[in-house]
């Protein structure tokens, strides 16, 4: 099993109604042998403007990186003022995979249900544990897949042709047989926080992880 420790950071200007949620990604990652906790974390007066800002953060909290698998930080703001702006749902921050944001202003989220949360945060948690838009696949939505893949998209249809139990009660999507590959048998150092720099890891695995996909494909 894995163990990802998230430590949660609000801007001010984010209501306290609006909250991670924690037991469906517990559930979600659990089936794919990811453990994670949340704990809460500073607080922000201001909201960062720039992706600059949040690394700067990060950087005068820890001016060294933090051992691997150490607490990543996971920031819920409002909206993304960089490239994409309000069309940006989440991004990782750092390259050592030591941060990711959320911003519930953005389009999809400002009118998304809890379902769509629950995705996106997810979406950045894949990316926190070196899994890429190309760990998953257009044609089976799966966390890792971008939000224009996933939207619209059945959430059961999608479990039942990944072969895994959908986790009760969850709305989030399976992760990809590529990534349930790369969590298995990837190095710590390419999957845990604080580790290598993000890319794509496990890209050995695609061929075997297609035909596999291609046996369970429904229509």
């Known amino acids: 099993m894995i163990s990802v420790d998230l430590l949660v950071h609000r801007v ?3 209501g ?8 469906a990604l517990k559930s979600l990652f659990s089936v794919f042998g990811v453990s ?10 201001e909201e960062p403007t720039r992706w600059d800002e ?18 990543a930080h996971l920031f819920i703001g ?20 030591s941060a990711i944001a959320v911003f519930i202003g953005s389009d999809a989220l400002r009118e998304g249900s809890a379902a769509v949360l629950l995705q ?14 190309e760990h998953g696949n257009p044609q089976m ?6 939000d224009t893949c996933r939207s619209g998209k059945p959430v059961d249809l999608a479990w039942m042709v990944s072969g895994r139990p959908q986790p009760p009660g969850v709305e989030g999507y399976p992760l990809s047989p590529i990534s349930e590959q790369v969590l298995a048998s990837a ?13 794509p890891v496990g890209t050995e695995a695609m061929d075997a992880a297609v035909s596999l996909f291609e046996e369970r494909r429904i229509t």
């Not at 190095?187 to 890319?199: C, D, I, K």
């Open 16 to 23: 306290i109604a609006v909250g991670v949620p924690e037991h």
């Open 78 to 97: 409002n909206t993304w003022n960089g490239e994409g702006a309000g069309g940006t749902n989440g991004v990782l921050l750092t390259p050592e995979r």
């Open 54 to 71: 949040y690394v700067a953060i990060v950087n005068r909290w820890h001016p060294t990186p933090l051992p691997l698998g150490s607490p």
């Open 120 to 133: 996106v945060v997810a979406h950045e948690i894949c990316h926190l544990l070196n899994l890429t838009h």
């Open 141 to 146: 939505p799966s966390a890792e897949c971008p």
């Open 187 to 199: 190095p710590a150092s390419q999957v845990l926080p604080w580790g290598e720099h993000f890319r």
């Open 36 to 45: 994670l906790s949340f704990r809460a974390g500073a607080n922000l007066a």
């Open 12 to 14: 001010s200007s984010v």
